[in-house]
């Protein structure tokens, strides 16, 4: 049981560095909203089933909607660079 | 030079957690504590006759912070309100959506609707209550206003409809205060039998009316970030 | 092996490692949407840290329903009421801060903080 936290951690630690190197914004909103879903079962595992379902609709559902509309506004011919 | 002065802070705090503080959280024993939670425990049944030990909490012994959260809530969703309107408003023109996404969404609105209302309704017996209830059926609202040529966004019964809701709290708690008690937000209403939909007082009644503003709120929010004037796709104007 | 790998240390590490991912983004990206994920990700760091200095060994959730063992066998209920208001405040903080991101953009045209704020670095 305890190795399965284990890997976890190091999954979303792993990710976590992923999302400094990765240059197109889009993808480091995705690597985001897989954290968030981490983090979740990581509330499963320390007994609190509220906080579990709370953090899985917000951070994991709503987040990542708002983060893709801003970008859809914000992209265009006189954003930085293209890539 | 940024990232060079940001990896230097980055391991000064890091290696700062891991040594010093490390050796105080982690080997102190865990088995025996004495705290007001614990004490909570004890007595929560008996005083507010609720099932759900954290619901009790939020509503009743620390209703105060979850009036404050619900204005932060209200306070965000003004800032969004305010900085992408004005002008005239923008009619947003959808592309050519495939027939899946418009169809299939229309059929996934009813039942989300009706989860997120299960949840809500039973948050003092289950885990959940008013928040992630009312993210749920503001979610089923922007998958339909997203992907639908039918529907268009009118903001004017969602904000009715939240100042409503926001108010009813308010009077609520302002009703305990005519109490023999005397004191905002007491559990004014007898307890019911232990473990159906109608007891614990008046908590089902205060996360209704918290589940109604959050929902209505935040399709508000999410819909004015959508159809606002303000960016990319008004360039070719 | 097994006295390193127990649950307060994966957790300890988790939730700190994630505060470090995040203060980083914040100092040293210049896409201003890179920095709003950092300031995401710090904040769901803490709260991991908040829920686990409620929890007690080899003991269950804090809800009383029909074949539960009794009130000496659940958690601390009291930090995770705390840390259900924090999420939902972390949310509000997060859209805000888009919606002036957004604004930014059609003001300057570019979302490059080295170009918005005139730094030489």
Redesign the interface.
């Known amino acids: 049981m305890i190795y399965m936290l284990f890997f976890l951690v190091i999954m979303m630690l792993a990710a976590g560095v992923g999302i400094i190197f990765i240059k197109n914004v889009l993808n480091a909103v995705i690597v985001s909203s897989v954290i968030s879903l981490g983090i979740s079962i990581i509330f499963v595992f320390l007994a609190a089933p509220d906080v579990a379902i709370t953090e899985a609709t917000i951070g994991s559902a709503l987040t990542t909607v708002i983060f893709i509309i801003a970008i859809s506004k914000t992209k265009g011919k006189y954003s930085e660079k293209k890539e | 030079m940024r990232k060079l002065i940001g990896l230097i802070l980055i391991f000064g705090f890091a290696f700062y957690m891991f040594t010093i503080v490390a050796a105080i959280v982690i080997p102190s024993d865990s088995s025996e504590k004495k705290s007001v939670g614990i004490d909570i425990l004890q007595n929560s049944v008996r005083q507010t006759g609720a099932a759900n030990a954290v619901t009790s909490i939020v509503v009743l012994y620390r209703g105060f912070d979850t009036l404050g959260e619900v204005t932060v809530l209200f306070l965000s969703a003004l800032g969004i309100a305010l900085l992408m309107k004005g002008g005239r408003s923008f009619k947003h023109k959808t592309e050519d959506e495939s027939f899946i996404l418009k169809t299939g969404s229309h059929l996934l609105f009813p039942f989300m609707f009706l989860f997120g209302i299960y949840i809500i309704a039973h948050g003092h017996l289950t885990p959940g209550g008013g928040f992630p209830g009312g993210v749920i059926i503001a979610t089923g609202f922007f998958i339909v206003l997203m992907t639908s040529d039918v529907f268009k966004f009118r903001d004017y019964f969602l904000t009715i409809i939240e100042g409503f809701a926001g108010l009813s709290f308010i009077v609520l708690g302002i009703v305990g205060l005519f109490t023999p008690e005397k004191s905002f937000l007491v559990n004014f209403m007898n307890k019911g039998v232990f473990n159906t939909v109608f007891s614990a007082g008046i908590i089902p009644l205060i996360y209704a009316a918290i589940g109604i503003k959050v929902s209505s709120e935040l399709s508000g929010a999410v819909g004015n970030l959508f159809v606002s004037k303000y960016g990319r796709r008004s360039e070719n104007e | 092996m097994n006295n390193i790998?127990?649950?307060?240390?994966?957790?300890?590490?988790?939730s700190?490692?994630?505060v470090?991912?995040g203060?980083?983004?914040v100092?040293?990206e210049?896409?201003l949407?890179?920095i709003?994920?950092g300031l995401?990700?710090a904040d769901?760091g803490v709260?991991?840290f908040i829920?686990?200095s409620?929890?007690?060994?080899n003991?269950?959730?804090?809800?009383?329903?029909?074949g539960s063992l009794g009130?000496e066998n659940?958690?601390?209920?009291?930090?995770?009421?705390?840390?259900?208001?924090a999420?939902?405040?972390g949310?509000?903080?997060?859209?805000?801060s888009?919606?002036?991101?957004?604004?930014l953009?059609?003001h300057y045209?570019?979302?490059?903080i080295s170009k918005i704020r005139g730094l030489k670095?």
């Open positions: 790998i127990n649950i307060e240390t994966l957790i300890f590490t988790a700190i490692g994630l470090v991912i203060i980083y983004l100092i040293a210049k896409n949407i890179k709003i994920i995401n990700l769901s709260n991991i829920v686990f409620g929890y007690i060994k003991k269950t959730a804090p809800i009383f329903s029909k009130f659940m958690v601390d209920p009291l930090p995770q009421a705390l840390v259900l208001t999420i939902v405040i949310f509000g903080v997060t859209a805000l888009l919606a002036i991101a957004i604004r953009y059609k045209g570019t979302l490059d670095w």
